[in-house]
C-alpha cells in the first residue's frame, strides 16, 4: 500500500474501511490480491445491482467493444443510444404507463441531479428548492445545497443557499404530520419561505440513515408539489433500478415524478451513466444549454439496454428482491429484539441501528475480518447498511448475513427484555 499512501490524496475514504487491494470480482465476491475472497453487502455502493461482471452484461459489452462499437459520441445518435432508449420506452414506460423524455447529463448521479435543479429553475421561474432533512444527493454545490449532512456541505467551502430544508417522513416520530406543517409554512407570507421551485426526495434516504418514505407521505407530498406550483423530483440514484422491489422505488405509491434522477446500477455493469427522466411538457432546454463531454457513454448504454432487456421484462427479479429482502429482515429483527435496535428498511436496503452509535463501525470491521464487506450509513455512521447484488445467490445470502450476525454478537451485549426493538415503516 506504499504507492498508495504516498500518492493518493487523504480524501480517500472506503479504502480505509476495507484495507486490501482487491484484484479480481465476480457476482457477490469481491477476491483480493491475497486470493482472500469477500461477500459484497456493498455492491458498489448500490452501482452492482446485478454483481460484479454479470455474465450477460459482460457478453454484451465485449461484443461491442469486438464490433469496435462507438465509445464516446457525445449526444450524437448512435445504434447503442437507440437501443437503451427503445428498450426503456418498451420494457420500462409503456407498462407503467409512464411518459418522459430522457436526458443524458454528465455521466454520474450528482450530474442528474444539478440538471434536474436546473432545469426545474428554468421552467417555475423560481429559485428556491425544498429538500429535507439527512437527504443526500450529491458532492457538486448545487446538489451540496440540497443535502442535509453538516460534514458533507461543510466541504463546499462556500454558502450553500436557495433551499430549504424540511423534516422527512417520521422525523420527529412517526404521530408528527411534517406534511402539514410544510403545508402551513407554504401558505404563511411570513414564514420567509419563498415560493418553491421544486421538491427533491428519495423514496429510502440511504446515506441518511436508510429512513423510509411512506406511500400516504409521498402521494401528499405530491399533491403538495402540484398544489403550489412545484415541481416533484425523485431521487431514484441509490434506490432505484429495483433496489427496493420494482425498479423505480417510486412505484409503490402510485405517482408519477415531474422529473426523476437516474445513476449507480442504471449502466447494470458499474460503468458511469445518469439519466434525467422529465414528463414531455418540460422539456425546456434550448439544444447546447446544458450539455457535458461525457453524456455519450456508449458502452454503458449497451449495458443499460442489456440489464433492462434481461432483467425487467417480467416481475421474476422484484420477485426475488422481496424473497430476499424478507430473509434480511428476519436477521436483522432478531438481533434487534436481542440488542434494542432498530430496523428499517424497503426491499434490499436495509439498515440496523443499536443505542450506542459507535458499534455500527466496529461491526462493520469485524465482518470484513470474517469476509464481508458491509458499510454504515446516517449522519453520525451509526446505521449499519446491507446492500447486497440483487442477483446474490440464496446459499451466498445466507452465508453473508451469518457473518453479519457473528460480527454483532462479537461487539454487543444482549439487552434487557423490557424494551421491544423500534421497527420503522417498510
Given amino acids: 500500500m506504499n504507492i498508495i499512501d504516498r500518492m493518493e490524496s487523504n480524501v480517500r475514504s472506503y479504502c480505509r474501511s476495507f484495507p486490501t487491494t482487491f484484484k479480481t470480482a465476480k457476482d457477490h465476491l469481491i477476491i483480493d490480491e491475497n486470493g482472500k475472497s469477500y461477500i459484497d453487502f456493498f455492491a458498489g455502493a448500490g452501482s452492482l445491482n446485478y454483481g460484479h461482471n454479470n455474465e450477460t452484461l459482460k457478453r454484451a459489452l465485449i461484443e461491442y467493444i469486438e464490433g469496435d462499437g462507438i465509445t464516446h459520441a457525445l449526444d450524437m445518435t448512435t445504434v447503442a443510444k437507440k437501443r437503451l432508449l427503445q428498450s426503456m420506452q418498451d420494457v420500462l414506460f409503456a407498462p407503467r404507463g409512464m411518459d418522459y423524455k430522457v436526458m443524458f447529463p454528465g455521466p454520474t448521479g450528482t450530474n442528474a441531479v444539478e440538471s434536474a435543479l436546473k432545469l426545474a429553475r428554468k421552467v417555475t421561474g423560481r429559485r428556491n428548492v425544498i429538500s429535507f432533512t439527512n437527504g443526500f444527493h450529491g458532492m457538486t454545490l448545487g446538489s451540496l445545497a440540497i443535502t442535509g449532512n453538516s460534514g458533507?456541505?461543510?466541504?463546499?467551502?462556500?454558502?450553500?443557499?436557495?433551499?430549504t430544508h424540511m423534516p422527512f417522513c417520521d422525523y420527529f416520530d412517526a404521530e408528527t404530520d411534517t406534511i402539514s406543517m410544510i403545508e402551513n409554512y407554504l401558505a404563511?407570507?411570513?414564514s420567509g419561505i419563498d415560493k418553491p421551485a421544486a421538491f427533491i426526495l428519495e423514496t429510502v434516504q440511504a446515506e441518511g440513515g436508510v429512513n423510509v418514505a411512506s406511500k400516504t407521505w409521498l402521494r401528499r407530498i405530491a399533491e403538495l408539489a402540484k398544489s403550489s406550483g412545484a415541481m416533484l423530483i425523485l431521487d431514484d440514484i441509490q434506490v432505484g433500478c429495483g433496489r427496493t422491489g420494482p425498479f423505480f422505488s417510486f412505484e409503490f405509491a402510485d405517482i408519477k415524478p415531474d422529473i426523476v434522477c437516474l445513476s449507480k446500477s442504471l449502466s447494470g455493469y458499474g460503468l458511469p451513466l445518469a439519466m434525467v427522466l422529465m414528463k414531455p411538457e418540460f422539456d425546456a432546454f434550448h439544444p447546447g444549454e446544458h450539455n457535458g463531454t461525457f453524456r455519450g457513454h456508449n458502452p454503458a448504454f449497451v449495458t443499460a439496454a442489456a440489464a433492462i432487456e434481461a432483467y425487467w421484462r417480467d416481475d421474476r427479479l422484484s420477485k426475488e428482491v422481496h424473497e430476499k429482502a424478507r430473509m434480511i429482515k428476519e436477521t436483522f429483527l432478531d438481533l434487534a429484539d436481542r440488542y434494542d435496535g432498530s430496523?428499517?428498511?424497503r426491499g434490499m436496503i436495509q439498515g440496523i441501528e443499536f443505542p450506542d452509535h459507535s458499534?455500527?463501525?466496529?461491526?462493520?470491521?469485524?465482518?470484513?475480518?470474517?469476509?464481508l464487506i458491509v458499510e454504515t450509513a446516517?449522519?453520525?455512521?451509526?446505521?449499519l447498511k446491507v446492500?447486497?447484488?440483487?442477483?446474490?445467490?440464496?446459499?451466498a445470502l445466507k452465508e453473508g448475513l451469518a457473518i453479519l450476525t457473528e460480527s454483532v454478537h462479537e461487539n454487543l451485549k444482549p439487552q434487557s427484555a423490557s424494551k421491544p426493538a423500534v421497527t420503522a415503516k417498510s
Avoid at 155 to 163: K, Q, Y
Fill in 343 to 345: 430496523v428499517r428498511g
Fill in 359 to 371: 458499534v455500527a463501525g466496529k461491526i462493520s470491521k469485524s465482518a470484513f475480518g470474517r469476509g
Fill in 152 to 163: 458533507k456541505r461543510a466541504g463546499a467551502g462556500v454558502s450553500l443557499h436557495d433551499t
Fill in 378 to 383: 446516517g449522519p453520525d455512521d451509526e446505521v
Fill in 188 to 190: 404563511d407570507n411570513s
Fill in 387 to 395: 446492500l447486497p447484488p440483487l442477483t446474490i445467490e440464496y446459499d
